[in-house]
């Protein structure tokens, strides 16, 4: 089993930067034949899809309400991945959760999963 | 994008009771959609995949059907511990993974 713990989470004014860390652990992890997603949740509101990473790097998703501000990353030999979130809004206040399904030797692109393992998630606030 | 569409946004009903909730996708998404449920303070839990086969340590009473566009999740007879929000993800055209905007269902 998986497990995902995110952290650097925390209350930040409007135009400010913070980075969000997931560390993976569990049996049978193979961190770096894991597709990895970023996934918020607003107070009160829906799960809303933010950026994806494949395994290797080497295909990077963002939505368009964070491109350009936000950047994910990911290290493997650390199994964990990151949020860099700059140019924060209001708006970006959110829960956020790491989450991920395994592709193993299958193409990125030639498969489709669920995101299969999720972490508890990080709370992030913008105001002033 | 494929928009994702859920409804009722609130269901209401009562243990022991049936519950049937609807998922529809702006367009084909042929059998790639997930369901997942949410309780207050917890993370989305994966309980539906490929539209009708159960995760691993989904209880039997939950069932999906539906391809295409129109998708169902039904709960058969809902225990206290199934009232949460449960949210419909379609995963056959990506990125962006949507989701739907979520049902509540909720003890009548």
């Known amino acids: 089993e998986v497990q995902l713990l995110e952290s650097g989470g925390g209350l930040v004014q409007p135009g400010g930067s913070l980075r969000l860390s997931c560390a993976a652990s569990?049996?049978?992890?193979?961190?770096?034949?894991?597709?990895m997603s970023w996934v918020r949740q607003a107070p009160g509101k829906g799960l809303a899809w933010v950026s994806g990473?494949?395994?290797?790097?080497?295909?990077?998703h963002y939505a368009d309400s964070v491109k350009g501000r936000f950047t994910i990353s990911r290290d493997n030999s650390k199994n964990t991945l990151y949020l860099q979130m700059n140019s924060l809004r209001a708006e970006d206040t959110a829960v956020y959760y790491c989450?991920?399904?395994?592709?193993?030797?299958?193409?990125?692109?030639?498969?489709?999963?669920?995101?299969?393992?999720w972490g508890q998630g990080v709370l992030v606030a913008v105001s002033s | 994008e494929i928009v994702m569409t859920q409804s009722p946004a609130t269901l209401s009903v009562s243990p022991g009771e049936r519950a049937t909730l609807s998922c529809r996708a702006s367009?084909?998404?042929?059998?790639?959609l997930a369901w997942y449920q949410q309780k207050p303070g917890q993370a989305p839990r994966l309980l539906i995949y490929?539209?009708?086969t159960r995760a691993t340590g989904t209880p039997a009473r939950f069932s999906g059907s539906g391809s295409g566009t129109e998708f169902t999740l039904t709960i058969s007879s809902l225990q206290s511990e199934d009232f949460a929000i449960y949210y419909c993800?379609?995963?056959?055209?990506?990125?962006?993974?949507?989701f739907g905007q979520g049902t509540k269902v909720e003890i009548k």
């Open positions: 989450a991920g399904y395994y592709y193993g030797v299958t193409g990125y692109y030639d498969i489709k999963k669920p995101f299969d393992f």
């Open positions: 569990g049996s049978g992890l193979i961190f770096g034949d894991s597709a």
């Open positions: 990473i494949s395994g290797a790097s080497v295909a990077i």
């Open positions: 367009q084909s998404i042929r059998d790639n």
């Open positions: 490929g539209a009708s």
């Open positions: 993800q379609q995963y056959d055209n990506w990125p962006p993974w949507t």
